[in-house]
């Protein structure tokens, strides 16, 4: 597709659990971001990939979580023995390099919830 | 460090009134400013961005929205609004060098007929 394509688009999953999202970007965009959104608490950066590049993970919020990118594409955001707290819907996004006025794409999103 | 104020959580209006969502942005470099809105129960979608030249941006569905650097600001206007305008609108900032773009904690516009 054309866009940026998340899955599974809806998760429930038990507390403790482990949990992997996957992210599509744009074909030919070498920057990936994931974000977080909460409820009431906006958009929360979580980390950046930019093609072969170490990737900025100053946002991950523990180190339950974590996330890799396979030959500059797909990507996956792993949360490990999941928290109630980590319910949120969890965007990824691409554009088409690191300059800092393109266009960020954002996908629909990955909505989770742990019960 | 960056930072992006939204100074209205929520918006009411009615339909074909005028509509301004306002943005404050703290950086210490030169940035670049966006707006994006959230339908319900969708992705985010850009609606402007400011990068350099004229302070005046127009974006799609006739939103438009203006830099004034001396009071750090960059407010979303629209002159007349739709019930189809009611989402999730969030001001967004960037600097060169820096990886994420960051957002403010949104504005939820209701157009009521």
């Known amino acids: 597709g054309a866009g940026v394509s998340q899955s599974p688009s809806n998760k429930v999953t038990e507390k403790g659990k482990d949990v992997e999202l996957r992210c599509d970007p744009i074909s030919g965009h070498t920057a990936l971001y994931w974000y977080r959104q909460s409820l009431g608490q906006g958009l929360e950066f979580l980390i950046y990939f930019q093609g072969n590049s170490a990737p900025d993970k100053s946002g991950l919020p523990s180190d339950r979580f974590s996330a890799e990118r396979t030959g500059g594409s797909v990507s996956t955001l792993t949360i490990q023995r999941t928290q109630q707290e980590d319910s949120a819907v969890y965007l990824c996004a691409s554009s088409k390099d690191r300059v800092a006025g393109n266009t960020i794409y954002f996908g629909e999103g990955s909505w989770l919830t742990v019960v | 460090a960056q930072s992006v104020t939204q100074l209205d959580s929520q918006v009411p209006v009615f339909e074909e009134a005028p509509v301004e969502l306002r943005c404050n942005y703290s950086?210490?470099?030169?940035?670049?400013l966006f707006w994006y809105v959230q339908y319900p129960n969708q992705g985010l979608q850009l609606l402007l961005k400011?990068?350099?030249?004229?302070?005046l941006v127009k974006g799609i569905n006739g939103f438009e929205a203006e830099f004034n650097k001396s009071q750090t600001s960059f407010h979303l206007r629209k002159p007349s609004v739709h019930i189809s305008d009611t989402a999730e609108y969030f001001c967004a900032v960037r600097s060169g060098g820096y990886n994420k773009l960051i957002f403010g904690a949104g504005t939820r516009l209701a157009v009521h007929p």
């Open positions: 400011y990068l350099s030249g004229s302070t």
């Open positions: 950086s210490s470099v030169s940035v670049y």
